[in-house]
């Protein structure tokens, strides 16, 4: 088995004396400020005039520009949507850096030499293997989300103390860090989400929904058995893996899913998910990503019009408001706004 890194494993003095610029204060930015603060390290946020201004300072924060909160650091954080890095990385870090370390949670722009930072820093990076806001929440419960490490450029020595003491700051070694390189990250986190997390996933539920309306069943039906259910499988599949998935589920179904599912996800599905890796590994997807947000993303948000306009999203939005309990984020928004 690979070597995982636990909390243990960390230098607790790392972080003394010195202060972390997180950049961005969106899904990762709001988790990672918040839980290195509250894990006792100095945290200045950096930011252009917005939303997320107001939002750090109100979650009481000290929020500068993208320079002045470079400038001030030993640590730089970039969580900026990776199609805006370069740019900001460009014109407001890059002419900062005397030294300080450059951190991210995703190869992406590194890998792909969008971002080229100066031999003389550390560049690093911890990937949390799951949403920010599950960053934050799991933190707050006593747990935490895994993640993944990667040593880019090491120049003073000590950038894996920095990785891990990051890593354990914001809960992850509470889970469990393994240490990849940044084309593995990179590669692997682009290829979950296509074939697996996001788009795999995506595709299946509305494929399974289409057969059972095509086929005159109710929409409703068909939502609460494509959709709303998944969460209840993939919760026990995340608890004890496939077989503690099935242990819970019939033994109907359970046949249903040895002689079934085999002939649904078949080896057809497994060549083009093959070539979606190959796309991944050599820069095709990237080249393509990096086009259509220098075109103003028209392709983008015309799929993205289309898919929230799907049956199954009108039929889900009027089922869940007669379930509120199904957002806790959302439910914990108007308890708050409530206080
Ligand atoms: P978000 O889109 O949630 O956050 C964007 C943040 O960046 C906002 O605070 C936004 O502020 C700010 N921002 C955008 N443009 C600028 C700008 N020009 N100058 C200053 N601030 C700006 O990003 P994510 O948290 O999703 O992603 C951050 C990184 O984390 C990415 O590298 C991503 O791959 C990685 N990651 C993300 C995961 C996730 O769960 N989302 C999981 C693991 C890794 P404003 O309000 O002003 O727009
Ligand atoms: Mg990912
Ligand atoms: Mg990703």
Known sequence: MAKMYYNGDANEAYFNGKRVAVVGYGSQGHAHAQNLRDSGVEVVVGLRQGKS??????????????????AASDVVMILLPDERQTAVYKNEIEPQLTGQALMFAHGFNVHFNQIVPPESCDVLLVAPKGPGHLVRRTYQEGAGVPALFAIHQDVSGTARDLALAYAKAIGALRAGALETTFKEETETDLFGEQAVLCGGLTSLVKAGFE??????????????ETMHELKLIVDLMYEGGLEGMRYSISDTAQWGDFVSGPRVVNDQVKEEMKRVLTDIQEGTFAKGWIAENENNRPVFNRINEKENTHQIEEVGRELRKMMPFVNKQKQREVAASAK
């Open 211 to 224: 057969t059972l309306v095509e086929a005159g069943y109710q929409p409703e039906l068909a939502y609460f």
């Open 53 to 70: 201004w107001e939002k750090a300072e109100q979650d009481g924060f000290e929020v500068k520009t993208v320079a002045e909160a470079v």
